[in-house]
């Protein structure tokens, strides 16, 4: 017989619990505390099991028996009713941790943890604060490509082409990142770069006339402002590392006596350590460097506070301060002035001077090189500091590739001290010779 509305109202307690029953398996248990509860009972694979549906009068009559009819749809589906509200229930606290801020700071603080730099981080966390008001609280399932693509328009909009581009990008990864932890489906940034403005590419800044390089070395050397400034100005241009990986040296990581630097992965943008090749100009500076600042853990710490390295900002402004605009030259522009004058020279592979750079081939064919060019490197880092040199003289200016022709003999580190021998021999090498 079907339970009635009333009756259901009109049960009183009992000092044991008893059952109310209804039709297909419904029926309402009241407890001696007078709670009264909706329970289904049903057959799952020959055993007999039970699902609450529900407490009344919270949950009517009516629509506790629509609840009990949706449980035997699953049924005659093959699908046991008690899973699948257990993976409904885990879909939404999922759910709840898959928003775009959530999976956003969760990738962040994974990408802290790996290492990467305090910059790179800020970097993220600013793409994402550009986006968030528009996104951050919808689930990254939820989210469609064109939604998306209007957020970060808003950036292109006003002119930030290579900014909106890299929203994208740091967007596209935080997706991936949330296929790969269960929290989307799919990719819907992965694509976006099809309908956004291409930024127009710009190369940094860089002097490659040797003539005008000479003179910002000779600039440099005049430079009257902190001496610490004025040392990694002159260091920079015969080490040629990113700006960055100058100003966070720390003198650890300058084995001088076997004249080689030795930078730790986690203080590199490819995350790979490197060694940099120390030539006897560039030990010189170093020496001045530790006569002032030894005694610190940097080599090149803040003018404010020796705990600090110097601001990102301190060698460019050195440089505007010698006369030298943001069009001429930049700090990172070391590194494109000897890319450039070293493959002119034709002296060296083009594999030494990429690892010198420290571009990183991942493949075996990389690790192979790495070890294979060092000699060459060595050889490679004192011919450029002598051609350095030749330039800041300023007579009788040379190209890389006449003082190539000129220079037969080199002086280098021998392996055995780590100090210079002037009878050691430099094989120069000309196009269409083995590099060996």
Not at 370 to 389: G, I, K, N, P, T
Request: hydrophobic share 35%; charged share 30%; with cysteine.
């Amino acid at each position: 017989m079907a339970l009635s509305d009333m009756a259901a109202r009109n049960a009183r307690p009992k000092a044991k619990p008893f059952k109310l029953y209804d039709e297909d398996g419904l029926y309402l248990f009241i407890s001696p505390a007078g709670g009264k509860y909706w329970r289904v009972k049903y057959r799952w694979q020959s055993a007999e099991k039970t699902l609450s549906v529900g407490s009344y009068p919270e949950i009517t009559l009516k629509e506790a028996r629509e609840r009990r009819d949706d449980a035997r749809v699953l049924l005659a589906h093959g699908v046991d009713p008690y899973q699948e509200r257990k993976r409904l229930e885990k879909a939404k606290i999922l759910e709840k941790s898959s928003t775009l801020r959530v999976v956003a700071a969760e990738f962040i603080e994974k990408k802290r943890k790996d290492g990467f730099s305090n910059k790179t981080l800020y970097k993220m966390e600013w793409f994402f604060s550009l986006v968030e008001k528009d996104l951050g609280d919808q689930a990254l399932n939820d989210l469609m490509p064109y939604e998306i693509l209007q957020a970060i328009r808003k950036v292109e909009e006003n002119g930030h082409y290579e900014t909106a581009n890299r929203i994208r990008g740091f967007l596209s990864r935080v997706f991936r990142y949330g296929v790969l932890t269960g929290r989307a489906a799919t990719n819907p940034a992965a694509e976006l770069g099809e309908a956004l403005i291409k930024p127009k590419v710009r190369h940094h800044a860089a002097i490659v006339d040797p003539s005008a390089f000479g003179q910002l070395l000779r600039d440099i050397d005049a430079y009257n402002g902190f001496i610490g400034t004025r040392l990694a100005l002159k260091l920079a241009p015969h080490v040629f590392v990113r700006p960055g990986e100058l100003r966070s040296a720390e003198w650890k990581d300058m084995d001088r006596d076997n004249c080689v630097w030795k930078i730790p992965a986690e203080r590199m943008k490819m995350r790979e350590p490197h060694s940099v090749p120390l030539s006897r100009q560039s030990l010189a500076i170093l020496n001045q460097a530790h006569l002032r600042f030894g005694n610190y853990t940097l080599v090149f710490p803040a003018r404010k506070s020796w705990r600090k390295p110097m601001s990102d900002v301190t060698l460019n402004k050195a440089l505007r301060t010698m006369g030298y605009s943001n069009e001429e030259m930049v700090s990172h522009g070391f590194r494109s002035t000897a890319s450039t004058l070293l493959n002119e020279s034709r002296l060296w592979a083009p594999e030494t001077i990429e690892l010198a750079l420290s571009h990183v081939d991942d493949s075996v064919r990389g690790i192979y090189q790495r070890s294979q060019f060092w000699d060459e490197r060595v050889e490679m880092a004192q011919w450029w500091s002598d051609y350095l040199d030749h330039l800041k003289a300023g007579v009788d200016i040379q190209t890389p590739k006449q003082f190539a022709q000129k220079k037969k003999a080199a002086t280098r580190p021998t392996e055995a001290t780590g100090s210079y021998s002037s009878n050691v021999t430099m094989t120069v090498r000309f196009p269409g010779q083995s590099y060996g």
